[in-house]
Every structure is written in C-alpha cells, then in structure tokens.
C-alpha cells in the first residue's frame, strides 16, 4: 500500500480556504485517492475520493494531477466546525483495507 | 437510518483479561472492518471481513481475533489484555469486498481502558 505524507498542522482563519497536500510518490494504478475527517472522539468520516482530475462534491474539492504523485483536499470557506484532523489515504477500489497516517489537524481560528 | 453501531462505548478492564467488542453495520452493508487508534495517532488496520471471511489483517499479534456472523454484526477479540491496548477500537462499514462504492461509515468507537 502507498505511504502517504501530509504536514502536520495547518491553521487557517474563518471564511478562507484551505488546502491540504498530500503527497504519494508510489500510488498504484488501481488505487484511489481518498480523503477523511475526523472529530475528538469520534469516527473518521469520509470526505472524498477521487482517481484522477477532479473531484468536487458539497463539502470539498479534490485536485490531483496527471501523474497522481500528490493530491490536494481544497475546503471553500472554513468555519469553526472544519476543525479537526484530515487522513489522506490511498486505497485499493473496493478494498477498505485502509492504512491512516497521522494527519493533518486543522484549526480554525476566528 | 441507523449507522454503523459499537457496543460497549466504554470499557475498563484489568491487565490479562479478555475483551470483546461488538459493531452492527449498517444494513445491506456486508464487510466490516476494524481498526485500532491510540490517542494522537490515526486509526490503524486490524481485520476486514467479508461475507464472514477474512479478507484483511493488519499487524497485529494473535491475541486479537474477529469474526462475523451470518447477520454481517462483528465481534472483536482481545486475549491477555495489555496497558498499550488502550485505545479507541473503531468499526467501519461498506456496502462491499467487490464492486461499489469503498466510502467506509465508521462508529462512535469503544473506548477501552486496560489498567
């Protein structure tokens, strides 16, 4: 399964977007790029998830180029409930063997 | 709908004891995984199943086991409980191994207190 690295932290401010790289340098041709969210105590939600170009749904876009080595999780106008950690994963379709990182926890300040 | 359910929420248990943890997968929904996430850190991959087989297994020792039953429901199993297995214990959901989407719903999670 391709490692997947994405900073640490980032902070933003209410009303701005944000963007959040994550880099996969050995993403297998059948493996999908998919992006989750995760709340204290709680279970991560899905987010997104995309194989190549662009993604866009309700809640955010995701832009990933044609060799597919990185993929950036772009949020439209934050707010103080976007606050928490962000997993990029790279996943195998239909296969929810799927290995976390560390994330990145986002603040939202405002 | 109901989601993804995890039973207990919350668990004390002693050093060398055994636990088992529950999770009811959202309906229609055939393979459940567990994963494992220790504060600080992301959810880490214990087993997938799959029409009641395992289909995944990360690295984890033999004291952890699972099943699923004909139901699609879940137990988890943890043998001769340790400190370092205190944890959030994570159950995720999807419509399936093969074809369909691979969004997974995840539960609240057990917190388990090994002391």
């Known amino acids: 399964l391709a490692k997947t690295t994405q900073p640490i932290s980032m902070d933003s401010y209410e009303g701005q977007e944000v963007n959040i790289t994550c880099s996969h340098n050995n993403i297998a041709t059948n493996d999908y790029i998919t992006w989750y969210q995760q709340f204290p105590s709680q279970g991560p939600r899905f987010i997104i998830q995309g194989y190549k170009t662009k993604v866009t749904n309700e809640v955010a876009s995701l832009f990933i180029p044609a060799d597919r080595k990185s993929s950036t999780l772009s949020l439209p106008r934050v707010s103080l409930s976007d606050t928490a950690v962000y997993y990029c994963?790279?996943?195998?379709?239909?296969?929810?063997?799927?290995?976390f990182g560390a994330g990145t926890r986002l603040t939202v300040k405002p | 709908d109901a989601g993804v359910t995890q039973s207990p929420t919350h668990l004390i248990k002693t050093r060398g004891q055994q636990v088992t943890l529950r999770c009811s997968p959202i309906s229609g929904h055939k393979s459940v995984s567990w994963y494992q996430q220790v504060l600080g850190q992301g959810p880490q991959f214990i087993f997938q199943?799959?029409?009641?087989?395992?289909?995944g297994r990360g690295n984890f020792p033999d004291r952890f086991s699972a099943r699923q039953f004909p139901n699609y429901s879940s137990e988890l199993n943890v043998n001769a409980l340790l400190l370092g297995d205190s944890a959030l214990y994570l159950c995720?959901?999807?419509?399936?191994?093969?074809?369909?989407?691979?969004?997974?719903?995840f539960g609240q999670g057990t917190r388990l207190t090994v002391v």
């Open positions: 199943y799959y029409e009641k087989e395992e289909r």
């Open positions: 995720a959901s999807s419509p399936g191994h093969a074809g369909g989407n691979t969004e997974a719903f």
């Open positions: 994963l790279v996943v195998l379709y239909n296969n929810n063997d799927m290995r």
